[in-house]
């Protein structure tokens, strides 16, 4: 089975400032795909950026990018140019490359992310 | 476009009692999910049905926990009877048949507060 680990609970960031999030993922499979998602209070979760495993390339979103190290089992995003309505909890998830249909997910615990003035 | 809608928001009951939270997908979404996300946690699985059919439910405690998605359409998720570790946001979600990996609509959520 895969797991999803975020070692952040809570990061701060100043507005306009650049933080990144870390995760680390553990799976036997060579291909797959990773998520951040962006859960802001009481609003619906939104997927952020995708990164397919068979890419080298790093995802890029606007301000949002990623840091993808497949040997290391990491995955972290990086948010440029913070904005106040940057502020949610994220969450990275994994998803198996061949599913059976649909979006089965594995995320990890979250990190809320606070934007200071 | 309406979103994924659910309800009711926010339910405190009784732990043994009965609750049911209802979803409806976006239109056309053949795909609909229910995650129940525990606080400190992340969103896990508990049933995916595809139409009305259901593709996976390995993880919905069978004994206590049962859905439906009569129609193809709107969903419904009932638990009984309720346990304290019940407590959590259950979220729906719902995708196109021929979703991008990772391409979910999420509801806001029905928080369960199990006393």
């Known amino acids: 089975a895969q797991t999803v680990t975020q070692s952040q609970p809570e990061m701060s960031v100043q507005e306009a400032e650049t933080v990144t999030l870390s995760c680390t993922y553990d799976?036997?499979?060579?291909?797959?795909?990773l998520f951040w998602y962006k859960q802001p209070p009481s609003r619906q979760m939104i997927l952020v950026i995708r990164?397919?495993?068979?890419?080298?390339q790093n995802a890029t979103e606007n301000r949002f990018s990623v840091n993808f190290q497949k040997a290391a089992k990491s995955f972290s995003l990086k948010i440029s140019d913070s904005q106040l309505g940057d502020a949610a909890m994220y969450f990275c998830?994994?998803?198996?490359?061949?599913?059976?249909?649909?979006?089965?997910?594995?995320f990890g615990t979250g990190t809320q992310l606070k934007v200071e003035l | 476009e309406a979103g994924v809608a659910q309800s009711p928001r926010y339910k405190i009951i009784e732990k043994r009692q009965s609750v049911a939270f209802w979803c409806n997908p976006i239109?056309?979404?053949?795909?609909l999910y229910w995650y129940q996300q525990i606080l400190g946690q992340g969103p896990k699985l508990l049933i995916q049905?595809?139409?009305?059919?259901?593709?996976?439910d390995s993880q919905l405690p069978k004994d206590r926990f049962s859905a439906e998605r009569l129609k193809g359409v709107d969903s419904t998720l009932k638990i009984q009877p309720a346990k304290l570790e019940d407590s959590a946001v259950y979220l729906c979600?719902?995708?196109?048949?021929?979703?991008?990996?990772?391409?979910?609509?999420f509801g806001e959520g029905s928080r369960l507060t199990v006393l």
């Open positions: 239109s056309g979404h053949a795909t």
């Open positions: 979600a719902s995708s196109p048949g021929r979703a991008f990996p990772g391409e979910l609509f």
């Open positions: 049905f595809q139409n009305n059919g259901v593709v996976d």
């Open positions: 799976t036997s499979e060579s291909d797959y795909y």
């Open positions: 990164q397919e495993a068979y890419k080298q």
């Open positions: 998830a994994y998803r198996s490359l061949f599913t059976g249909g649909g979006n089965k997910l594995t």
